[in-house]
């Protein structure tokens, strides 16, 4: 029987709590208690806000106090780098960090843009586009691209612009798996020795690679074996 843990489950850009659907009831079915989130700034129906990068991470750090023990905190993309700002600010609730084919910016890092005051949100851009940011879509059918395009909601451009502050080493105690997607785990591991940038918040954490051949959203490709990629972790 897999160890229970109360799982919290924070999507990258443009998507909220609606992109675990797939994902939950295979985490239910184990015994997880999972806890999906919407980050400040993408609720659906309500009116577009400048919001922060430290409002994001403090809405987390919110579903975290609300929780008794250790919780398992899971990323998905950008999403990474706001579970890494809660783990920077309460390392010792943290029982695990789980980055999904992404891994965090590290301090000094910017999220995505250079600031330009004339821009107040990032529309979902084509899919064309998003595999040429190393985002691709394949593997997802049809129909679910349609859905993922009719939910999503713009990014906060005050999100995209953040500038990373990390303070506190302690974050770099609690113990790391990455889900490699778009990537394998044989390249990211290639990163880390190398020293690349991209991976560079990923150094003195010793993460644990962990192979899921597929694209960069593998909520909606392999829900199921994400299920339990994130279950393997929660119990490891």
Same mark, same amino acid.
């Given at each position: 029987?897999?160890?229970r843990?109360d799982?919290v489950?924070?999507p990258?850009?443009?998507l909220g709590?609606?992109?675990w ?6 985490l ?5 208690r999972?806890h999906?989130?919407t980050?400040?700034?993408l609720?659906e129906d309500?009116p ?6 430290e409002?994001?991470?403090?809405a ?9 023990g250790?919780?398992v905190?899971v990323?998905?993309g950008h999403?990474s ?9 309460e390392?010792?609730r943290?029982s695990?960090?789980v980055?999904? #084919?992404e *891994?965090?910016?590290a301090?000094?890092q910017?999220? %995505?843009? !250079?600031?330009?005051p004339?821009?107040?949100? &990032? ?13 691709s ?8 691209l349609?859905v993922i ?11 995209l612009?953040?500038?990373?502050m990390?303070?506190n080493?302690e974050?770099k105690?609690?113990?790391v ?8 785990a044989?390249?990211?591991a290639?990163?880390?020795e190398?020293q690349?940038s991209?991976a ?10 962990v #192979?899921? *051949? ?7 490709? %392999?829900p !199921? ?5 994130i279950? &393997?972790?929660?119990?490891?």
């Amino acid at each position: 029987m897999s160890k229970r843990s109360d799982i919290v489950l924070v999507p990258g850009m443009w998507l909220g709590a609606w992109a675990w659907d797939g994902v939950i009831p295979f985490l239910d079915q184990i015994g997880h208690r999972s806890h999906p989130m919407t980050l400040p700034g993408l609720e659906e129906d309500q009116p577009r806000r400048r919001v922060s990068l430290e409002e994001q991470i403090a809405a987390v750090r919110e579903q975290v106090a609300t929780l008794e023990g250790p919780v398992v905190l899971v990323g998905h993309g950008h999403g990474s780098t706001v579970i890494n700002g809660v783990a920077d600010l309460e390392p010792h609730r943290i029982s695990r960090l789980v980055y999904i #084919d992404e *891994p965090p910016m590290a301090t000094g890092q910017r999220l %995505r843009m !250079e600031p330009d005051p004339g821009r107040e949100w &990032l529309e979902l851009p084509s899919w064309d586009t998003l595999t040429e940011w190393g985002m691709s879509s394949k593997g997802i059918s049809a129909h679910t691209l349609e859905v993922i395009r009719d939910q999503a909601v713009p990014q906060p451009a005050g999100v995209l612009e953040a500038r990373v502050m990390l303070t506190n080493p302690e974050r770099k105690q609690i113990p790391v798996t990455m889900v490699c997607c778009t990537l394998p785990a044989g390249a990211v591991a290639e990163a880390l020795e190398v020293q690349k940038s991209y991976a560079a918040e990923l150094q003195g954490a010793t993460p644990t690679l962990v #192979d899921l *051949p597929t694209c960069h959203w593998p909520m909606f490709s %392999r829900p !199921e074996d994400l299920a339990w990629a994130i279950d &393997l972790a929660a119990r490891a």
